[in-house]
T-cell receptor, first 109, second 113 residues
Framework: TQLLEQSPQFLSIQEGENLTVYCNSSSVFSSLQWYRQEPGEGPVLLVT?????EVKKLKRLTFQFGDARKDSSLHITAAQPGDTGLYLC?????????FGDGTTLTVKP | DVKVTQSSRYLVKRTGEKVFLECVQDMDHENMFWYRQDPGLGLRLIYFSYDVKMKEKGDIPEGYSVSREKKERFSLILESASTNQTSMYLC????????????FGQGTRLTVV
């Protein structure tokens, strides 16, 4: 069974701070997706990383896929209250997705 | 943009009722999924479908059934609702088996009383 572990589980920071959240596995994934879910809404796909060592940027968000394709990180620069939400990573598993349990981020004004 | 639409945002049903949750996607995706999301338990896959009229059990299918009569529509059925089925239900679709990038609906918050 391919599992994805996310850390930290909860993160509360002030507006303007930087942060990094992690998604780790003992298994190799062909790709990993990152989603953000706002309270009361469905998750929204942010990015897919495919190549080991790949770095993708989405405005203030930087996503990195580990060289061995077993882990990924999401770095947010100068966090804003609008970044508040649940961040989920997911990887393909026999045509379905395996999801991590997520990191709940709160950015205080 | 891909749009996945769930029929209700909020639903309150009584114990023992038969409940239908509807989901429609407009991008000709082959795969459709039903999840439930509970605090501390993450996203759990209930059922999924790779094609019309086919269905596969996910991790927690007990107490649920599904129907996919048309490619764009995937229905989740609670045969006899129970209070432990109170949850957030999320429908998702993806292009095909080799592409698992999922597009989610807005969710249905179901309360069974």
């Amino acid at each position: 069974t391919q599992l994805l572990e996310q850390s930290p589980q909860f993160l509360s920071i002030q507006e303007g701070e930087n942060l990094t959240v992690y998604c780790n596995s003992s298994s190799v994934f062909s790709s990993l997706q990152w989603y953000r879910q706002e309270p009361g809404e469905g998750p929204v796909l942010l990015v897919t990383v495919v190549t080991g060592g790949e770095v993708k940027k989405l405005k203030r968000l930087t996503f990195q896929f580990g060289d061995a394709r077993k882990d990924s990180s999401l770095h947010i620069t100068a966090a804003q209250p609008g970044d508040t939400g649940l961040y989920l990573c997911a990887g393909p598993n026999a045509g379905k997705s395996t999801f991590g349990d997520g990191t709940t981020l709160t950015v205080k004004p | 943009d891909v749009k996945v639409t769930q029929s209700s945002r909020y639903l309150v049903k009584r114990t023992g009722e038969k409940v239908f949750l509807e989901c429609v996607q407009d991008m000709d995706h082959e795969n459709m999924f039903w999840y439930r999301q509970d605090p501390g338990l993450g996203l759990r896959l209930i059922y999924f479908s790779y094609d019309v009229k086919m269905k596969e059990k996910g991790d927690i299918p007990e107490g649920y059934s599904v129907s996919r009569e048309k490619k764009e529509r995937f229905s989740l059925i609670l045969e006899s609702a129970s209070t432990n089925q109170t949850s957030m239900y999320l429908c998702a679709s993806s292009f095909h088996r080799m592409n698992t990038e999922a597009f989610f609906g807005q969710g249905t918050r179901l309360t069974v009383v």
